[in-house]
């Protein structure tokens, strides 16, 4: 009888974002269809932010050493304009948002912060600090400056500064190519009439979703049959794939056929069991140079494991730079149990950074509710044995 090999659950994080290192091929991309890919190169900045000297607001730019005087309006300064520095003795300029500020003033005042102004004259008080208002040349980014490393995944704040830098096409990572397969006789289509003895595939949309959700697009390939022959005919050309996921078939059933199937194709395994709850059977590893990812048939088994252990895999094979879950703090509103000797994968929901388990920790993997009402995942420690009430833990966010 076939028994899987336990490992714990730092190690399968470990391995499953160690799986396999390749150089993803590179495309340019335009800045409008850029949205949601991963950036192949550091970008620097290469013009100025400001570009020049400008005023913050609508008003008047005037020598800092001229206040608390009558000043005699000499020109007006609109955006897109560039005049000749030209004040005189107690001369200022009335200007605009967003226009450039000429050399020879170095304060800005807004209309309504003078004591007094006409068509051709102020009147300003002493008050105003020197640079009030003015937006200096490169203050924000200077020429040279690094703006965005390579590994992250562009979005609208990051196309924002692209643009302002005069950038139309970009250097990305092409995207990864994913297939999904579900197993098992049982299994119907949403499309199709089930029966009392029939389930449908909840798993498969589920997982599709879960991708997309993430930034990744993948391709739905069908049920795998419980048959090995029929299996193994399945996986025999999926090498032009970079990822492969299944849900189902990998226990330690008479019916479990995907892990045998998969090694008559080449497939390598990292790992086949993590000491979790759920999702105890989950299987990762390599066949030729396509990362395959095996989850627990059970949907709640399945979704959660795909999130915490095939996202960041997945992410990592895309050439995103960061690809850990990030944690928070939060603190715990109920006592609850979970079992000592292994580590406990709780779903709860989180609201006002505090945490309340789903359903006392009672449910199934085979549910689907629980993934429904919850928004945060605590993962527990093998030797903990209870949470209490009031104490602070770590969640992450899904």
């Not at 020197?130 to 980014?141: C, H, M, P």
């Not at 879960?210 to 739905?220: I, K, S």
């Not at 006392?360 to 009430?389: C, F, H, W």
């Amino acid at each position: 009888m076939k028994k899987l090999k336990i490992i714990n659950f730092d190690k399968a994080v470990e391995r499953s974002q160690n799986l396999i290192k390749q150089d993803l091929q590179q495309e340019y991309v335009s800045l409008f269809n850029s949205l949601g890919r991963t950036l192949a190169q550091n970008i620097t900045c290469r013009k100025n932010l400001p570009a020049f000297n400008n005023a913050a607001m609508d008003g008047f730019a005037f020598k800092h050493s001229d206040s608390e005087k009558v000043l005699k309006i000499v020109s007006t300064i609109h955006a897109g304009m560039s005049i000749k520095p030209c004040l005189g003795k107690d001369e200022c300029y009335k200007i605009m948002t967003g226009a450039k500020v000429p050399n020879d003033a170095d304060t800005v005042i807004a209309f309504e912060n003078t004591l007094d102004y006409n068509k051709t004259q102020i009147r300003i008080e002493k008050s105003s600090k020197r640079r009030n208002a003015l937006r200096l040349k490169g203050e924000e980014q200077k020429i040279g400056n690094l703006l965005f490393e390579k590994g992250i995944i562009l979005n609208s704040s990051h196309i924002a500064m692209l643009a302002s830098q005069g950038v139309n096409t970009i250097l990305v990572y092409r995207k990864i190519n994913i297939a999904i397969f579900s197993t098992g006789n049982e299994l119907k289509e949403p499309w199709e009439v089930a029966s009392d003895d029939e389930i449908y595939n909840a798993n498969s949309s589920a997982l599709l979703s879960l991708l997309h959700e993430h930034g990744f697009e993948a391709n739905y390939c069908g049920v795998i049959p419980d048959n090995l022959e029929e299996s193994i005919k399945y996986f025999k050309n999926m090498h032009h794939y970079d990822a492969i996921v299944t849900t189902g078939g990998i226990s330690v059933g008479e019916a479990d056929f995907i892990e045998e199937a998969l090694k008559i194709n080449g497939f390598k395994e990292f790992f086949h069991g993590i000491n979790i709850k759920p999702g105890r059977p989950t299987m990762m590893g390599i066949m030729r140079d396509t990362l395959v990812s095996s989850m627990p048939g059970n949907p709640l088994a399945a979704y959660v494991n795909a999130f915490l252990f095939l996202i960041p895999a997945l992410k990592n094979l895309q050439g995103i730079k960061r690809v850990k879950h990030e944690k928070v703090l939060v603190k715990n509103l109920e006592e609850f149990e979970v079992k000592a000797g292994r580590v406990n994968i709780v779903l709860g929901h989180l609201k006002e950074h505090k945490f309340k388990v789903f359903e006392q920790n009672r449910y199934d993997s085979g549910m689907i509710t629980p993934i429904v009402k919850s928004n945060a995942i605590l993962i527990t420690t093998e030797n903990q044995s209870k949470i209490e009430k009031n104490t602070d833990i770590e969640v992450i966010l899904f």
